[in-house]
Protein backbone atom coordinates (compact mmCIF):
# COMPACT_ATOMS: atom_id res chain seq x y z
CA UNK A 1 0.00 0.00 0.00
CA UNK A 2 1.67 3.96 -1.07
CA UNK A 3 0.71 6.10 1.87
CA UNK A 4 -0.83 9.11 1.07
CA UNK A 5 -2.60 12.01 2.77
CA UNK A 6 -5.02 15.02 2.33
CA UNK A 7 -3.94 18.61 4.07
CA UNK A 8 -6.42 20.99 4.19
CA UNK A 9 -5.68 24.50 4.24
CA UNK A 10 -6.21 25.17 8.22
CA UNK A 11 -4.16 22.04 8.92
CA UNK A 12 -6.54 19.21 9.22
CA UNK A 13 -4.82 15.95 8.13
CA UNK A 14 -6.65 13.02 6.61
CA UNK A 15 -4.12 9.80 5.82
CA UNK A 16 -5.08 6.79 3.40
CA UNK A 17 -3.42 5.47 0.53
CA UNK A 18 -2.61 6.63 -2.92
CA UNK A 19 -4.72 5.12 -5.88
CA UNK A 20 -3.94 7.42 -8.65
CA UNK A 21 -0.54 8.88 -10.33
CA UNK A 22 2.25 9.29 -7.65
CA UNK A 23 3.34 12.68 -6.63
CA UNK A 24 1.47 15.91 -5.29
CA UNK A 25 -1.56 18.03 -6.50
CA UNK A 26 -3.34 20.87 -4.72
CA UNK A 27 -6.42 22.71 -5.10
CA UNK A 28 -10.01 23.58 -3.90
CA UNK A 29 -11.75 21.21 -2.45
CA UNK A 30 -14.95 20.55 -2.91
CA UNK A 31 -17.65 17.49 -2.74
CA UNK A 32 -20.06 15.76 -5.07
CA UNK A 33 -22.94 14.19 -3.09
CA UNK A 34 -24.01 11.75 -6.47
CA UNK A 35 -23.99 8.03 -6.42
CA UNK A 36 -23.01 7.64 -9.87
CA UNK A 37 -21.51 9.27 -12.73
CA UNK A 38 -17.29 9.38 -11.49
CA UNK A 39 -16.11 9.33 -14.51
CA UNK A 40 -18.41 12.72 -16.29
CA UNK A 41 -17.60 14.43 -12.94
CA UNK A 42 -14.16 13.90 -13.10
CA UNK A 43 -13.59 14.95 -16.67
CA UNK A 44 -16.05 17.76 -16.34
CA UNK A 45 -14.01 20.81 -17.10
CA UNK A 46 -16.30 22.99 -14.42
CA UNK A 47 -13.82 21.22 -11.75
CA UNK A 48 -10.55 22.26 -12.97
CA UNK A 49 -8.27 23.31 -10.15
CA UNK A 50 -10.30 21.89 -7.45
CA UNK A 51 -9.83 18.69 -6.19
CA UNK A 52 -12.81 16.11 -6.03
CA UNK A 53 -14.38 14.48 -3.03
CA UNK A 54 -16.96 11.81 -3.54
CA UNK A 55 -19.28 11.51 -0.44
CA UNK A 56 -20.68 8.31 -1.86
CA UNK A 57 -18.58 5.93 -0.14
CA UNK A 58 -18.24 3.33 -3.37
CA UNK A 59 -16.63 4.29 -6.34
CA UNK A 60 -15.53 2.68 -9.70
CA UNK A 61 -18.60 -0.10 -9.41
CA UNK A 62 -19.36 -0.07 -12.95
CA UNK A 63 -15.63 0.41 -14.73
CA UNK A 64 -14.79 2.56 -16.69
CA UNK A 65 -16.14 3.62 -20.23
CA UNK A 66 -15.02 6.78 -22.47
CA UNK A 67 -18.16 6.86 -24.44
CA UNK A 68 -19.23 8.72 -20.57
CA UNK A 69 -16.61 11.23 -20.75
CA UNK A 70 -17.37 15.60 -21.01
CA UNK A 71 -14.00 15.60 -22.14
CA UNK A 72 -10.83 14.04 -23.63
CA UNK A 73 -8.97 14.05 -20.01
CA UNK A 74 -9.49 14.16 -16.48
CA UNK A 75 -10.24 17.59 -15.33
CA UNK A 76 -10.29 17.85 -11.46
CA UNK A 77 -6.81 18.06 -10.03
CA UNK A 78 -7.26 15.70 -7.80
CA UNK A 79 -9.96 12.44 -6.74
CA UNK A 80 -11.02 11.66 -3.00
CA UNK A 81 -12.61 9.10 -2.12
CA UNK A 82 -13.77 6.23 0.43
CA UNK A 83 -13.20 3.24 -1.04
CA UNK A 84 -12.52 2.90 -5.15
CA UNK A 85 -12.71 -0.23 -8.00
CA UNK A 86 -9.16 -1.22 -9.56
CA UNK A 87 -9.71 -0.32 -12.74
CA UNK A 88 -10.73 2.83 -11.72
CA UNK A 89 -7.20 3.56 -10.01
CA UNK A 90 -6.01 2.08 -12.66
CA UNK A 91 -7.67 4.83 -15.11
CA UNK A 92 -6.71 7.75 -13.00
CA UNK A 93 -3.41 6.53 -12.74
CA UNK A 94 -2.83 6.73 -16.46
CA UNK A 95 -4.54 9.68 -16.58
CA UNK A 96 -1.74 11.28 -14.27
CA UNK A 97 -4.37 12.39 -12.02
CA UNK A 98 -3.37 12.09 -8.01
CA UNK A 99 -6.22 10.24 -6.46
CA UNK A 100 -6.54 8.87 -2.65
CA UNK A 101 -8.66 6.46 -0.70
CA UNK A 102 -9.21 5.33 2.37
CA UNK A 103 -10.39 8.67 3.68
CA UNK A 104 -13.42 8.93 5.80
CA UNK A 105 -15.27 11.13 3.26
CA UNK A 106 -18.03 11.85 5.17
CA UNK A 107 -15.92 13.26 8.04
CA UNK A 108 -14.11 15.79 4.95
CA UNK A 109 -17.44 16.61 3.92
CA UNK A 110 -18.59 17.38 7.19
CA UNK A 111 -15.85 19.58 7.46
CA UNK A 112 -15.95 21.50 3.89
CA UNK A 113 -19.92 21.59 4.87
CA UNK A 114 -19.26 23.90 8.35
CA UNK A 115 -15.94 25.67 7.30
CA UNK A 116 -16.87 26.10 3.61
CA UNK A 117 -14.71 25.31 0.60
CA UNK A 118 -10.79 25.38 1.55
CA UNK A 119 -8.06 24.93 -0.35
CA UNK A 120 -6.36 21.73 0.12
CA UNK A 121 -3.37 19.24 -1.43
CA UNK A 122 -3.48 15.28 -1.71
CA UNK A 123 -0.22 12.98 -2.30
CA UNK A 124 2.27 10.85 -1.11
CA UNK A 125 4.28 13.68 0.69
CA UNK A 126 4.99 14.71 4.46
CA UNK A 127 2.22 16.28 6.15
CA UNK A 128 4.36 19.64 6.37
CA UNK A 129 4.95 19.83 2.60
CA UNK A 130 1.28 19.36 1.36
CA UNK A 131 0.30 22.34 3.88
CA UNK A 132 2.49 24.34 2.60
CA UNK A 133 1.31 23.50 -1.49
CA UNK A 134 -2.42 24.37 -0.37
CA UNK A 135 -1.47 27.86 1.17
CA UNK A 136 0.52 28.43 -2.02
CA UNK A 137 -2.46 27.68 -4.47
CA UNK A 138 -4.63 30.84 -5.83
CA UNK A 139 -8.25 31.14 -4.77
CA UNK A 140 -10.60 30.44 -7.23
CA UNK A 141 -12.52 33.68 -6.15
CA UNK A 142 -9.80 36.13 -6.84
CA UNK A 143 -6.94 36.93 -8.79
CA UNK A 144 -5.23 33.98 -9.58
CA UNK A 145 -1.63 35.37 -9.17
CA UNK A 146 1.24 32.49 -9.76
CA UNK A 147 4.05 32.47 -7.22
CA UNK A 148 5.99 35.20 -9.86
CA UNK A 149 3.13 37.67 -9.26
CA UNK A 150 2.18 36.86 -12.96
CA UNK A 151 -1.50 36.88 -13.24
CA UNK A 152 -3.19 33.55 -14.63
CA UNK A 153 -5.72 33.65 -17.21
CA UNK A 154 -8.84 32.72 -15.82
CA UNK A 155 -9.56 28.92 -15.61
CA UNK A 156 -12.37 29.35 -18.04
CA UNK A 157 -10.13 30.37 -20.78
CA UNK A 158 -7.53 27.62 -19.66
CA UNK A 159 -10.24 24.77 -20.81
CA UNK A 160 -12.43 26.02 -23.36
CA UNK A 161 -11.29 25.26 -27.17
CA UNK A 162 -9.44 27.97 -29.06
CA UNK A 163 -10.70 27.01 -33.02
CA UNK A 164 -14.19 26.81 -33.91
CA UNK A 165 -15.32 23.37 -34.57
CA UNK A 166 -19.27 22.24 -35.77
CA UNK A 167 -21.65 19.34 -34.88
CA UNK A 168 -24.83 17.88 -36.07
CA UNK A 169 -27.41 19.51 -38.94
CA UNK A 170 -29.85 22.16 -38.83
CA UNK A 171 -30.71 25.20 -37.94
CA UNK A 172 -27.90 26.74 -36.43
CA UNK A 173 -27.26 27.39 -32.69
CA UNK A 174 -23.40 29.01 -31.52
CA UNK A 175 -21.69 27.29 -27.95
CA UNK A 176 -19.96 29.79 -26.45
CA UNK A 177 -17.45 27.24 -24.87
CA UNK A 178 -15.81 27.61 -21.46
CA UNK A 179 -15.40 24.44 -20.75
CA UNK A 180 -18.64 23.02 -22.10
CA UNK A 181 -19.64 19.50 -21.49
CA UNK A 182 -19.65 16.68 -24.40
CA UNK A 183 -23.07 15.39 -23.44
CA UNK A 184 -24.71 19.27 -23.72
CA UNK A 185 -23.43 19.24 -27.75
CA UNK A 186 -24.67 16.09 -28.04
CA UNK A 187 -28.43 16.81 -26.63
CA UNK A 188 -28.43 20.10 -28.91
CA UNK A 189 -27.63 17.75 -32.00
CA UNK A 190 -30.20 15.06 -30.81
CA UNK A 191 -32.73 18.16 -30.99
CA UNK A 192 -32.14 18.50 -34.50
CA UNK A 193 -29.39 21.83 -34.84
CA UNK A 194 -26.25 22.58 -36.11
CA UNK A 195 -23.95 23.14 -33.51
CA UNK A 196 -21.06 25.77 -33.86
CA UNK A 197 -19.08 25.82 -30.27
CA UNK A 198 -16.32 28.71 -30.48
CA UNK A 199 -14.14 29.91 -27.70
CA UNK A 200 -15.58 31.61 -24.92
CA UNK A 201 -13.97 34.48 -24.98
CA UNK A 202 -15.01 35.40 -28.90
CA UNK A 203 -16.74 39.14 -28.83
CA UNK A 204 -20.23 39.80 -30.38
CA UNK A 205 -19.29 40.99 -34.02
CA UNK A 206 -17.33 37.36 -34.45
CA UNK A 207 -20.50 35.79 -33.23
CA UNK A 208 -22.91 36.98 -35.35
CA UNK A 209 -20.61 36.81 -37.92
CA UNK A 210 -21.61 33.03 -37.93
CA UNK A 211 -24.68 33.86 -38.62
CA UNK A 212 -26.69 31.83 -35.78
CA UNK A 213 -30.47 31.53 -34.33
CA UNK A 214 -29.43 31.35 -31.13
CA UNK A 215 -26.57 31.56 -29.07
CA UNK A 216 -25.97 29.13 -25.96
CA UNK A 217 -23.04 30.36 -23.14
CA UNK A 218 -22.48 27.74 -21.69
CA UNK A 219 -21.01 25.93 -18.42
CA UNK A 220 -17.15 26.17 -17.02
CA UNK A 221 -15.02 26.79 -14.33
CA UNK A 222 -14.27 29.43 -12.19
CA UNK A 223 -15.14 32.85 -10.50
CA UNK A 224 -17.75 34.35 -13.38
CA UNK A 225 -16.76 37.73 -12.35
CA UNK A 226 -12.92 37.67 -13.80
CA UNK A 227 -14.41 37.08 -17.19
CA UNK A 228 -15.81 40.60 -18.35
CA UNK A 229 -15.12 40.20 -21.87
CA UNK A 230 -17.37 37.18 -21.62
CA UNK A 231 -20.36 39.44 -20.14
CA UNK A 232 -19.97 42.19 -21.94
CA UNK A 233 -20.17 39.95 -25.29
CA UNK A 234 -23.53 38.38 -23.89
CA UNK A 235 -24.70 42.30 -23.35
CA UNK A 236 -24.37 42.68 -26.83
CA UNK A 237 -25.59 39.95 -28.31
CA UNK A 238 -29.35 40.53 -26.10
CA UNK A 239 -31.87 41.95 -27.84
CA UNK A 240 -30.40 40.71 -31.22
CA UNK A 241 -31.37 37.00 -31.07
CA UNK A 242 -32.22 34.33 -28.21
CA UNK A 243 -29.89 33.99 -25.83
CA UNK A 244 -29.66 30.83 -23.85
CA UNK A 245 -27.18 29.79 -20.41
CA UNK A 246 -26.47 26.74 -18.91
CA UNK A 247 -24.48 27.36 -15.03
CA UNK A 248 -21.46 29.48 -15.40
CA UNK A 249 -23.37 30.94 -18.77
CA UNK A 250 -26.53 31.64 -16.26
CA UNK A 251 -24.34 33.43 -14.08
CA UNK A 252 -22.68 35.34 -17.05
CA UNK A 253 -25.77 36.01 -18.20
CA UNK A 254 -26.94 37.10 -14.86
CA UNK A 255 -23.46 39.57 -14.83
CA UNK A 256 -24.63 41.33 -18.08
CA UNK A 257 -28.43 41.64 -17.29
CA UNK A 258 -26.94 43.87 -14.14
CA UNK A 259 -27.40 41.50 -11.43
CA UNK A 260 -24.58 39.92 -8.87
CA UNK A 261 -23.24 36.92 -8.34
CA UNK A 262 -21.35 35.48 -5.06
CA UNK A 263 -19.70 32.73 -4.18
CA UNK A 264 -21.48 29.95 -2.03
CA UNK A 265 -19.61 28.47 0.95
CA UNK A 266 -19.86 24.77 -0.69
CA UNK A 267 -21.51 25.06 -3.43
CA UNK A 268 -24.20 22.51 -5.14
CA UNK A 269 -22.76 19.34 -6.89
CA UNK A 270 -25.13 16.35 -7.17
CA UNK A 271 -27.36 14.59 -9.09
CA UNK A 272 -30.45 14.95 -6.69
CA UNK A 273 -30.94 19.11 -6.07
CA UNK A 274 -34.73 20.02 -5.68
CA UNK A 275 -35.70 23.17 -7.55
CA UNK A 276 -38.95 25.22 -7.86
CA UNK A 277 -40.42 26.10 -11.78
CA UNK A 278 -41.99 29.98 -11.23
CA UNK A 279 -45.79 30.01 -10.92
CA UNK A 280 -46.38 26.60 -10.27
CA UNK A 281 -45.90 23.53 -7.80
CA UNK A 282 -43.42 21.56 -9.92
CA UNK A 283 -40.47 20.76 -8.97
CA UNK A 284 -37.68 19.32 -10.99
CA UNK A 285 -35.16 16.88 -9.82
CA UNK A 286 -31.39 18.43 -11.12
CA UNK A 287 -27.84 17.85 -11.65
CA UNK A 288 -25.83 20.52 -10.00
CA UNK A 289 -22.10 21.34 -10.39
CA UNK A 290 -21.05 25.07 -9.54
CA UNK A 291 -19.44 26.79 -6.55
CA UNK A 292 -21.10 30.42 -7.57
CA UNK A 293 -24.47 32.01 -7.90
CA UNK A 294 -26.61 34.77 -9.13
CA UNK A 295 -27.89 37.35 -6.13
CA UNK A 296 -31.53 37.58 -6.49
CA UNK A 297 -33.21 40.77 -7.85
CA UNK A 298 -36.81 42.06 -7.68
CA UNK A 299 -35.84 43.79 -11.48
CA UNK A 300 -36.03 40.54 -13.23
CA UNK A 301 -38.43 37.92 -13.50
CA UNK A 302 -36.40 34.60 -11.31
CA UNK A 303 -38.03 31.59 -13.48
CA UNK A 304 -36.59 28.84 -10.85
CA UNK A 305 -35.90 28.43 -7.38
CA UNK A 306 -33.38 26.12 -5.41
CA UNK A 307 -35.92 24.29 -2.77
CA UNK A 308 -32.59 23.77 -0.83
CA UNK A 309 -31.16 27.19 0.23
CA UNK A 310 -33.15 29.77 -2.03
CA UNK A 311 -30.57 30.78 -4.38
CA UNK A 312 -31.61 31.64 -7.86
CA UNK A 313 -31.69 28.69 -10.50
CA UNK A 314 -32.98 30.46 -13.52
CA UNK A 315 -33.48 33.61 -15.19
CA UNK A 316 -36.21 34.49 -18.11
CA UNK A 317 -36.83 37.44 -19.64
CA UNK A 318 -37.41 38.87 -23.26
CA UNK A 319 -35.51 36.72 -25.52
CA UNK A 320 -33.55 35.36 -22.77
CA UNK A 321 -33.90 31.94 -20.25
CA UNK A 322 -31.16 30.55 -18.51
CA UNK A 323 -30.81 27.95 -15.79
CA UNK A 324 -28.24 26.86 -13.28
CA UNK A 325 -28.84 23.76 -13.35
CA UNK A 326 -27.74 20.95 -16.11
CA UNK A 327 -30.27 19.77 -17.67
CA UNK A 328 -27.98 17.55 -19.89
CA UNK A 329 -28.54 15.17 -17.48
CA UNK A 330 -25.21 12.98 -17.88
CA UNK A 331 -25.75 11.39 -15.29
CA UNK A 332 -29.17 12.22 -13.38
CA UNK A 333 -32.97 12.71 -13.50
CA UNK A 334 -34.56 13.81 -16.90
CA UNK A 335 -37.09 16.41 -15.83
CA UNK A 336 -34.81 18.93 -17.12
CA UNK A 337 -34.23 18.20 -20.56
CA UNK A 338 -37.09 20.30 -22.27
CA UNK A 339 -34.55 22.78 -21.73
CA UNK A 340 -33.08 21.97 -24.83
CA UNK A 341 -36.14 21.61 -26.96
CA UNK A 342 -36.85 25.13 -26.12
CA UNK A 343 -33.45 26.16 -27.51
CA UNK A 344 -34.44 24.35 -30.68
CA UNK A 345 -37.64 25.44 -30.72
CA UNK A 346 -36.17 28.76 -30.51
CA UNK A 347 -33.24 28.02 -33.18
CA UNK A 348 -36.70 27.76 -36.16
CA UNK A 349 -38.92 30.23 -35.17
CA UNK A 350 -36.52 32.98 -33.91
CA UNK A 351 -37.94 33.26 -30.73
CA UNK A 352 -37.36 32.37 -27.33
Known sequence: ??????????????????????GISAGEACFTTAMAGYEEAATDPSYAAQVLVFSYPLIG???????????????CAGVVMRSSRPALAVWLATQGTV??????????????REGGVMRCALGDAPTDELLRRALAEPHIDLDRMAANGVVRSPLAYDVCAHEPAIFGQGPRCVVMDFGCKRSIVRRLVENGLEIVLVPGYW???????????????GNGPGDPSQ????????????????VFGICLGHQL??????????????GH???NHPVRVRDSQRVLVTVQNHGFAVHRSDALEVSHMSLNDGTVEGLEGENFASVQFHPEAAPGPLDALPFFERIASACRSGRI
Open 203 to 217: DAEAILGLRPRAVLV
Open 99 to 112: AIDDIDTRALVRRI
Open 1 to 22: MRKAALVLEDGTVYRGRGVGAP
Open 227 to 242: LDGAVETVRSLLGQLP
Open 253 to 266: LGLALGLETFKLPF
Open 269 to 271: RGA
Open 61 to 75: NYGVDPVRMESGTVQ
